[in-house]
């Protein structure tokens, strides 16, 4: 189960790296897209009947082995995790949400445009 859970999830990473508009340095981006691609490796823990910790750990080796650190990381899962079972009305929250409503989905264009959408949103509120 875990090997179909990591080719799943690795399916919308892939789509996020690959879109023109991917861009490691920009830490909005990064942390719009971790929370979002956590949300939606959460709806997929149902599916694979998985533990927390197994995608806890694929998220954040999936996020280093993009470039990005891994103390640095860990802390954005932890926050992530954090937010989602609080369930608190915060900026994490919601977008933690939005990737776990797209979990039963095969096309995720829709997702992938609403991580680049939802970053250019937050910076032009800064």
Do not use: P
Not at 6 to 31: M, N
Not at 60 to 74: D, F, I, S
């Amino acid at each position: 189960m875990i090997e179909a859970f990591h080719k799943k999830i690795d399916v919308l990473l892939q789509q996020i790296v690959d879109d023109s508009r991917w861009d490691l340095d920009s830490e909005t981006l990064f942390v719009v897209t971790g929370m979002t691609f956590y949300g939606y490796c959460l709806g997929q823990k149902i599916v694979f009947m998985l533990e927390q910790e197994d995608v806890n750990k694929a998220v954040v080796e999936r996020l280093v082995a993009l470039g990005a650190g891994q103390k640095y990381t860990e802390g954005l899962v932890e926050a992530a995790e954090q937010a989602f079972f609080k369930n608190e009305e915060t900026l994490y929250n919601q977008l933690i949400n939005i990737g776990h409503n797209y979990f039963m989905m095969d096309d995720l264009t829709e997702l992938v445009d609403n991580i680049y959408l939802n970053t250019k949103a937050i910076l032009k509120q800064r």
